[in-house]
């Protein structure tokens, strides 16, 4: 099916590519959106605009333990906060948490470090007095899908880089299948099918976010752009879900095993032939790595 699909590097410019995932046209089936949604914006701290949230709070008369702030997939270039409304309204009731995503800046409009600057913003927002009074409740979990993944890590370092004490603010990180390591690990260098993601649209997505002129591969090894190569004390639980049919297959290996060497918990679940994306998809393998991530978030919560 996604063989089959336009692709955002086809079109006249990715602008019109968002647009038609939006209206659901060419080809693409429209979002389901969750009516009780509610978009605010708040301010960001790295010039004059301003970021897009979009709340969802659980169901039903359900009080509200803390935030899920999720940061949405799509390579840094694609992909929208309100994408999954489903999949973040199924984790509000079920976790009894309010889900905030954040539609954070993409590429190629504006290029790394923007997409991570906005997303700090918005975990700082999340974590001030303001925003547990307009979330309801304390910042719990951080979570993201493929870049989203990317953005959960770099901003729980970020954080605690600024002094704020992540351990002890926040219960649990859930990246899934995210890239961390922006040279390439040896299980995408090696893969040949696509589904999805295959090796040529990553290189593609993370040229166009970190664009070669200004990060060559020696910049990109930096633990500041390359999340696989920071310090990585002092951080929450992490579970790290991932396919073996995913490109970015190694990515998640390594990355758990880092984790755990700084000295924090790390969970590593590998999903057998399990593609990238996997979660977002109306499968029994999603409804698994769902299962998955709703276990160990409800051990740490």
Not at 59 to 87: C, P, Q, R
Not at 93 to 107: F, G, Q, W
Not at 272 to 281: D, K, N
Not at 287 to 292: A, C, F, P, Q, T
Request: glycine share 8%.
């Amino acid at each position: 099916m996604t063989k089959a699909q336009l692709q955002w590097y086809d079109c006249d410019s990715v602008a019109d590519y968002r647009r038609f995932r939006r209206e659901g046209s060419h080809g693409f089936p429209k979002p389901v959106l969750n009516p009780a949604a509610i978009n605010f914006t708040i301010p960001s701290s790295h010039g004059e605009h301003s970021i897009p949230l979009r709340k969802i709070l659980p169901s039903g008369n359900t009080s509200v333990k803390g935030v899920y702030l999720h940061f949405h997939g799509g390579g840094f270039v694609i992909g929208s906060s309100a994408a999954h409304d489903s999949l973040l309204s199924k984790l509000a009731t079920d976790l009894s948490l309010t889900v905030v995503s954040v539609e954070y800046r993409k590429a190629p409009e504006s290029i790394f470090p923007s997409m991570v600057e906005d997303c700090v913003d918005a975990a700082l927002y999340a974590l001030s007095d303001e925003g547990r009074q307009k979330l309801g409740g304390p910042l719990t979990v951080m979570s993201g899908e493929s870049a989203g993944a990317y953005l959960t890590v770099l901003t729980a370092i970020k954080l605690r880089d600024n002094g704020v004490d992540v351990r002890a603010q926040i219960k649990a990180l859930a990246p899934c299948y995210g890239i961390f390591d922006l040279t390439y690990l040896p299980s995408l260098r090696a893969h040949q099918r696509r589904a999805l993601l295959g090796q040529e649209d990553t290189y593609r997505f993370i040229d166009t976010a970190f664009p070669p002129s200004v990060f060559p591969p020696e910049k990109r090894k930096s633990g500041d752009v390359s999340p696989l190569y920071a310090q990585l004390e002092g951080l929450p639980p992490a579970l790290f879900l991932v396919g073996t049919a995913d490109p970015l297959l190694d990515d998640s290996v390594f990355m758990a095993s880092r984790w755990t060497l700084a000295g924090n918990e790390a969970k590593l679940v590998i999903v057998p032939e399990a593609v990238h994306g996997f979660t977002l998809m109306p499968t029994e393998v999603a409804e698994e790595g769902i299962r998955d991530v709703m276990e160990f978030l409800k051990e740490h919560i």
